[in-house]
């Protein structure tokens, strides 16, 4: 399989086996093809092959995307990466969804600065599940009261939870996508319309399936290996 279509049409049937097998619904879980570094050409292939959401790590990155592909009916960019305050501005105005929510700073400067004549920002909020030192998000016993506020300010839109346990080689990453799933239901019982689950990437997607995930972030997949040397 060489070709963006051909890797993500087996992507396609990849969720769709996987979901039989868990018992669920394969429209139920949204492909995010993550599409950092790649070219605006390369996502434009997705797109022609039925891929519509794209996730960037990067917000001048993303915004230039977003501007030379606007003409492209219903793409939907999700930003993923770690958010500084000085680059708000770039995500409020290009994403449809925001994944990695860890400070209500952030958060309030999103609000502020969400163009009235766009429909609110969809966000997530980052959770640390595997307690790393070095990885963004907030501590799993701050999720419930963060939750409240995000969901009180205008222009946002509160919709779940998103985590990067760490790799195998630090904790099994089961027991990580576990406490994710028990996270979210207990969010959901207070804020019902947040019940998303962001988690799971090209090495641990079907587990993550298993532990309720509603979106899985495929990059090398479906666009190949990346070239990091102009960003960042």
Known sequence: MNTIAERLQSAYQQIAQQ?????????????????????????????????????????????EKAVALSQQEGICWHFIGPLQSNKTKLVAEHATWCHSLDRLKIASRLSAQRPEQLPPLKVLLQVNISGEASKAGINPDQVLALATEVAALPGLELKGLMAIPAPD???????????????????????????????????????????????????????????YERHE
């Not at 979901?19 to 139920?28: E, F």
């Not at 804020?191 to 799971?200: D, I, N, R, T, V």
């Open 19 to 63: 979901c039989t097998k868990l018992g669920s619904k394969p429209a139920d879980v949204q492909l995010i093809a993550v599409s950092k570094t790649k070219a605006a050409a390369d996502i434009l292939s997705a797109y022609q092959s039925g891929q519509r959401h794209f996730g960037e790590n990067y917000p001048q990155e993303l915004a």
């Open 169 to 227: 080689a630090h904790e099994p990453v089961e027991p990580a996508f576990a406490r994710m799933q028990q996270l979210s239901l207990a969010l959901r019982a207070i804020l019902p319309q947040a019940k998303e689950l962001s988690m799971g990437m090209s090495d641990d997607w079907p587990l993550a399936l298993k532990y309720g995930a509603t979106m899985i972030r495929l990059g090398t997949a479906i666009f190949g290996a990346r070239n």
